[in-house]
């Protein structure tokens, strides 16, 4: 070859690089206008005071939650152009503390691919970001997935990996197999990635790597036995107490009973795994991890020694009311897990209380009394298990969503009713006869005691919050207005 080829190779490679960035750019900047502009036209009424939303758009799964340079980073997907789902970007905020949060520039936006959920990892001052593209064909089935990476120096603009895919696809036939969570045990990093075996069980795949690149299968960590669905999305594994958790989202339980209601459910495997031959020995079987309406596609992170956790605030073919106001889609609070026995139990961070502003009330709501607030606040209320409890949330307007949350003495259950659409499970408490209601505009989490029991779950009343005590002993209620800590 001689030297004016090999320039000439040399140039136009350089200039179809410079290319690509340029359009890159120019796309992200057109994506920001975008938000900005349409921001405006949204309609602010439903829109949550303290919990993470899009600025525009639909919002589903969280994603590469990690901490970096001082601060806690928060991805998502998300689709700027459309109350409904669409291709899938990857939204971002960023927050010091987990409570106070600020939007950032979109991190990813569609190619050819999808960008599919993921995780991002701080790997010596890089963010390395593993997502699943998901790429559409016109023959069957109809599309594929890989893992693709991207990466970023700043924390703030990401660039995809020239290379990609870093793994092309699974050892099974299924085209499914998304949702990579990386992580790095000694010198060498692991990945788990949902998938669905050639007889449709859900599964999750273990990966390794030396180098963050080169990615090679090492075994299927976990697969349903028949009865865990078809489609393990969203696995994350990680140690608690001394175990290893799997955390899985998997499509396709069938309801049995009281458990299950959800179209899909989250849930987590305690076990012992061993790096020397990757084995995972389950020690529990399945268990759900939040047993109200709308909690789905987890991601966790661990900081000085504390595991974080946060949730999709929501479940396909729900109804959200906001549809129409130009924003739809939210992220629950953030919590901090413990592992007690076999069973994860779940409180709000610490920081929440961050929140309180003026106290609302306090003391004994006596039978049929009810208080009344704007649209946030924490409820901090003490109960006495041996008689029933009850309470009606409900906003003072006519019309709206109501809730009852109910204390069953002699089934020992939490009961949550919605609209008529019930949520129930055993409450055991380890110590605490303490439940922790937080409400915000459109939203209700429930925590009991020491987080054994919490639902999650989406209500939209109609005016102020009006809760009222429709049980038959009075009980102790300390009331905070919350202020806002997500722009609107
Ligand atoms: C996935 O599909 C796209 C579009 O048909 C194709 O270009 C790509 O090569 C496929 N990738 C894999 C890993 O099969
Ligand atoms: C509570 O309200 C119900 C229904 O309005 C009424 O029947 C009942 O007597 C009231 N109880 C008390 C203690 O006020």
């Known amino acids: 070859m001689n030297l004016f080829k090999i320039y000439i190779i040399l140039v136009s ?29 949204i309609n602010p009424r439903h829109k949550l005071h303290y919990h993470i939303t899009p600025p525009v758009g639909w919002m589903n799964a969280p994603n590469g939650f990690v901490f970096f340079k001082g601060e806690y980073h928060v991805f998502y997907q998300f689709y700027p152009y ?3 789902w669409g291709p899938m970007h990857w939204g971002h905020v960023t927050s010091r503390n987990l409570v106070d ?39 069957p089935p109809y599309y594929n997935e890989s893992q693709y990476m991207a990466f970023s120096i700043d924390g703030i603009d990401f660039h995809k990996y020239k290379n990609n895919p870093v793994i092309v696809s699974s050892p099974f036939s299924s085209p499914d197999f998304r949702d990579p969570k990386i992580w790095k045990h000694g010198n060498v990093w692991y990945t788990v990635i949902g ?9 999750a795949l273990l990966y390794r790597s030396i180098n963050i690149i080169n990615w090679e299968f090492v075994s299927t960590l976990a697969e349903s036995n028949g009865e865990l669905g078809f489609m393990w999305e969203s696995p994350d594994f990680f140690e608690l107490n001394g175990k290893h958790v799997l955390l899985i989202s998997p499509q396709g339980i069938v309801a049995q ?30 268990q759900e991890l939040d047993f109200g ?11 000085d020694g504390k595991r974080y956790l946060i949730a999709w605030f929501g479940m396909w073919e729900s109804a959200h009311s906001e549809d129409v106001d130009g924003w739809a889609g939210a992220m629950t609070l953030f919590r901090e897990l413990d592992l007690v026995g076999t069973r994860i139990i779940m409180k709000p961070v610490d920081a929440i209380t961050n929140l309180r502003m003026q106290t609302i009330s306090e003391g004994e709501l006596a ?21 029933r409890i009850e309470l009606e949330l409900k906003g003072n307007g006519v019309g709206g969503d109501w809730a009852i949350v109910r204390w069953e003495v002699d089934e020992a259950k939490m009961v949550l009713d919605r609209a008529g659409d019930v949520r129930q499970v055993g409450w055991e408490p380890l110590d605490s006869m303490t439940w922790r209601l937080f409400l915000d505009t459109c939203s209700l989490e429930l ?25 038959p002993q009075p009980i102790h209620v300390v009331a905070y207005k919350l202020r806002r800590s997500f722009p609107e």
């Open 293 to 303: 309406h709308d909690f789905y596609g987890t991601q966790t992170t661990e900081k």
């Open 257 to 286: 009973g009281d458990r299950y209601k959800n179209t899909y459910q989250t849930g987590y495997i305690i076990g012992n795994f061993n790096y020397e031959n990757f084995e995972f020995t389950a020690e529990a079987t399945f």
């Open 82 to 84: 459309d109350t409904q």
């Open 195 to 203: 998938s669905r075996t050639d007889d449709h069980r859900g599964a």
């Open 13 to 41: 490679s350089f200039m179809t690089v410079q290319l690509e960035s340029l359009r890159d750019v120019l796309a992200k900047a057109e994506l920001e206008i975008y938000i900005e502009e349409k921001k405006l036209e």
């Open 447 to 471: 925590f009991c005691g020491e987080g054994e029991v919490v639902f999650s779950t989406r209500i939209y009343p109609n005016g102020q919050w009006r809760v009222k005590n429709l049980g």
């Open 367 to 387: 039978r049929n009394s009810s208080i009344q607030f704007e649209q946030t606040a924490e409820l901090i209320i003490n109960v006495d298990l041996s008689e």
């Open 101 to 139: 949060w600020r939007h950032q520039p979109t991190a990813l936006l569609p190619g050819r691919e999808q960008c599919f959920s993921g995780s991002v990892i701080d790997n010596d001052g890089i963010l390395a970001v593993m997502y699943t593209a998901h790429q559409i064909s016109v023959d």
